[in-house]
């Protein structure tokens, strides 16, 4: 409100951020995040970012949520990195998705 600096340590504690970290920890930490995102279940998080994507753009009401979130699930199910999923899980390995 006041337009005050605050650290980084201040701002996770007014709930602004979920973490803080030294400037020199931040670029490796920043590759590791994005590289644990590029060996996730791509499809999935595109179709998680779409359904946000319409309920902010389109105040989609719950049912319709609801809806369209399921309709995605079953669409996925059939992908090969769905099976790939559950399979790793089962043999409590690690996914290997290839986005399709």
Same mark, same amino acid.
């Given at each position: %409100?006041?337009?005050?600096?605050?650290?980084? @340590?201040e701002a996770v504690q $007014?709930?602004?951020?979920?973490? =803080?970290?030294?400037? #020199?920890?931040?670029?490796?930490?920043?590759?590791?995040? %994005?590289e644990r995102a590029a060996?996730?279940? @791509?499809?999935?998080?595109? $179709?998680?970012?779409?359904?946000? =994507?319409?309920?902010? #753009?389109?105040?989609?009401?719950?049912?319709?949520?609801?809806?369209?979130?399921?309709?995605?699930?079953?669409?996925?199910?059939?992908?090969?990195?769905?099976?790939?999923?559950?399979?790793?899980?089962?043999?409590?390995?690690?996914?290997?998705?290839?986005?399709?």
């Amino acid at each position: %409100v006041t337009g005050d600096m605050i650290s980084g @340590t201040e701002a996770v504690q $007014a709930g602004l951020f979920s973490r =803080a970290m030294p400037a #020199d920890e931040l670029l490796d930490f920043t590759r590791e995040k %994005v590289e644990r995102a590029a060996r996730g279940a @791509t499809q999935a998080f595109v $179709a998680s970012k779409k359904l946000v =994507a319409d309920i902010r #753009d389109s105040k989609t009401g719950l049912w319709d949520s609801v809806h369209d979130e399921n309709f995605a699930q079953g669409a996925l199910c059939s992908s090969e990195d769905y099976l790939e999923g559950f399979a790793a899980f089962n043999e409590k390995r690690a996914p290997v998705f290839k986005g399709i």
